[in-house]
T-cell receptor, first 112, second 116 residues
Framework: QQPVQSPQAVILREGEDAVINCSSS?????VHWYRQKHGEAPVFLMI?????EQKGHDKISASFNEKKQQSSLYLTASQLSYSGTYFC?????????????FGTGTRLAVRP | DTGVSQDPRHKITKRGQNVTFRCDPI?????LYWYRQTLGQGPEFLTY????????KSRLLSDRFSAERPKGSFSTLEIQRTEQGDSAMYLC??????????????FGEGSWLTVV
């Protein structure tokens, strides 16, 4: 039931791009993306509600393919502040039960 | 705008002792969640409330764990007879679900528990 994230870890140089994927074996109602820095709480980035929806936030954007039960997070022109662990949280379609199930995370390190 | 606040932020306790964590959600939020997170893992759902009603509990939540939200505002999570395996960060989160914008969940800073 836990969504699968890939890759597990990424190392980038400042200015490079990255894609983080999240896939589920269950039908999804929504996908939520969070970034967590070491020792801190997860910080909300964005929520995607509809199949095929895309959203953007500064140079971070995401897509949600409802039919494939997949979401991707796109980080463009990465900055040092993007470093952290990225989690997707999924809300299942049949319950719309409000709780999120989180993946195991993708560690992103941005180097100067 | 006050975020989700948790207290205490850190707790070290001896095995077998009871501990209680408090969470104050964002004021207008009617949903409140408890998650647990260990190193290298994503947050793991424990339980959630809508107002004062506890609507769902994870099977992971043993009888030693109990959560309350008596007046639909703050919540407490108590762990009785703590075990070393309970060592983790306990995250509280809250949300206000809107049909147009979904159920955005905001986390507090977490309460770190170390059982020695």
């Amino acid at each position: 039931q836990q969504p699968v994230q890939s890759p597990q870890a990424v190392i980038l140089r400042e200015g490079e791009d990255a894609v983080i994927n999240c896939s589920s074996s269950k039908a999804l109602y929504s996908v939520h993306w969070y970034r967590q820095k070491h020792g801190e709480a997860p910080v909300f980035l964005m929520i995607l509600l509809k199949g095929g929806e895309q959203k953007g936030h500064d140079k971070i954007s995401a897509s949600f393919n409802e039919k494939k039960q997949q979401s991707s997070l796109y980080l463009t022109a990465s900055q040092l502040s993007y470093s952290g662990t990225y989690f997707c949280g999924t809300e299942r379609a049949e319950s719309s039960g409000d709780k999120l199930t989180f993946g195991t995370g993708t560690r992103l390190a941005v180097r100067p | 705008d006050t975020g989700v606040s948790q207290d205490p932020r850190h707790k070290i306790t001896k095995r077998g002792q009871n501990v209680t964590f408090r969470c104050d959600p964002i004021s207008e939020h009617n949903r409140l969640y408890w998650y647990r997170q260990t190193l290298g893992q994503g947050p793991e759902f424990l339980t959630y409330f809508q107002n004062e009603a506890q609507l769902e509990k994870s099977r992971l939540l043993s009888d030693r764990f109990s959560a309350e939200r008596p007046k639909g505002s703050f919540s407490t999570l108590e762990i009785q007879r703590t075990e070393q395996g309970d060592s983790a960060m306990y995250l509280c989160a809250s949300s206000l679900k809107r049909r147009s914008s979904g159920n955005t969940i905001y986390f507090g800073e977490g309460s770190w528990l170390t059982v020695v």
